[in-house]
């Protein structure tokens, strides 16, 4: 088993030969690496079926964790949807001649390489080669050791038809030592690995912020919040709540906390509190959720920071839009919040006064993807406001240069 500086600067190595590719290029492996997915799926499977035995850490986890034919074919198609779309290499942002007759173009390069710190998600190990092809960068994967049969299952399935496509595949890397020690020597690899995105848990979110000397782009932990303003439709709100609560618990874009206006409260706690318990949602509720109905459980201030990735959530009784913003920008983690309502000015102020990658009005937080954004896959969904935003798709990742031409220009 290679180290862990020997995988990433194997990759460094082998940029240029992704990083200098041409798009047909790029679209050929996509789609050979599609095909070898679907054709391999079953082997796949059954390396997954090993993670899955070994795995102790319950059935949110496991949900994460399986692959079967389906999620497979899905992850395929999304590494087709990827053809489709224009790489950005090489797009040309700005064009002009300065006063002394140079010709300044500003354009799209890759970053370069990439790493990606994960848990156990193996439709991320896909996702993520998928997108380093198309935006011209080398890549580095690093998941957990409870997928670490997968993740290396579907890495030699798509390098081997890279391979057999006629390119070489070793601007893909999988690091394989899973250890924390290993973890740690990944995040700081500053000057081979450009950039660190890392996906999953809080924790490991924050540990990668912390403790890397590689760039971090900081993603995923979703405390996300849906609003019944008081001028909402109670049909419409109630199916809304619904999806982004229970559609996908362990999701970062699940809803976590649920807001009502005052008034609205009055008239539809008890129909909400009925619609989620009937989907097996556990409640806990501020004291005026309670002094309307005393049964519920009641929240601690800790409960409203909370993701909770299970079938729970928090409630609060808040008096109109600006208490809900205050309380959203202050227990959030600006990832995707919603409110419903019909009031106009209701819905713009929450819009441009809501501090997170992704707000909504009358519509669920589970939008919040890049498959769903029109963006192919995605590397993830960026919670900070440097370099990128929300889901990160190719134009994330790319920097830009400057291409400057002249005819024997001197500067006096």
Do not use: W
């Not at 192919?376 to 031409?405: C, D």
């Amino acid at each position: 088993m290679m180290t862990v500086s020997e995988v990433c600067r194997k990759a460094k190595e082998n940029v240029r030969a992704i990083a200098l590719a041409s798009e047909n290029d790029m679209n050929t492996m996509l789609s050979a690496a599609a095909r070898a997915l679907r054709d391999n799926a079953k082997s796949i499977i059954e390396e997954n079926k090993k993670d899955i035995a070994a795995c102790t850490r319950g059935a949110q986890f496991v949900d994460r964790l399986m692959l079967d034919e389906k999620r497979i074919d899905g992850i395929a198609v999304g590494l087709e949807k990827l053809i489709e779309l224009p790489s950005p290499v090489g797009e040309i942002l700005e064009e002009r001649t300065l006063y002394n007759g140079l010709l300044l173009r500003r354009v799209r390069v890759p970053i370069g390489v990439l790493g990606i710190i994960y848990e156990a998600r193996p439709n991320v190990t896909a996702d993520a080669i998928g997108l380093s092809i198309k935006s011209g960068n080398a890549v580095v994967l690093r998941g957990s050791k409870d997928a670490i049969l997968s993740n290396r299952a579907v890495t030699s399935v798509i390098k081997s038809a890279i391979r057999s496509a006629g390119y070489d595949p070793e601007f893909i890397q999988l690091i394989e030592d899973t250890s924390r020690e290993g973890a740690t020597e990944f995040m700081k690899m500053n000057g081979v690995v450009d950039v660190l995105i890392p996906r999953g848990s809080a924790g490991l979110i924050q540990n990668a912020v912390q403790n890397a000397t590689v760039p971090v782009i900081e993603t995923g932990t979703g405390n996300c919040h849906v609003y019944f303003e008081d001028t909402a439709d109670i049909d419409k709100a109630l199916p809304i709540l619904i999806n982004a609560k229970t559609q996908r618990t362990s999701v970062c874009n699940a809803c976590e906390s649920l807001l009502i206006d005052e008034a609205f409260a009055q008239r539809h706690l008890r129909e909400i509190v009925q619609s989620l318990r009937d989907k097996n949602v556990e409640i806990v509720a501020c004291e005026k959720c309670r002094a309307i109905m005393p049964e519920l459980t009641p929240a601690s201030e800790e409960d409203f920071y909370t993701e909770f990735l299970a079938l729970k959530i928090s409630i609060k009784i808040v008096h109109g839009v600006d208490e809900a913003i205050a309380h959203i920008n202050k227990y959030g983690t600006h990832h995707s919040d919603s409110i419903v309502t019909n009031d106009a000015a209701a819905a713009e102020k929450f819009l441009n006064e809501v501090d997170s990658a992704a707000v909504y009005v009358n519509a669920s937080t589970r939008f919040t993807d890049g498959f769903e954004f029109g963006l192919g896959a995605e590397m993830g969904i960026s919670t900070q406001k440097l370099h990128a935003r929300g889901p990160m798709g190719l134009r994330e990742l790319t920097s830009y240069k400057y291409q400057v031409t002249g005819n024997g220009q001197i500067r006096g």
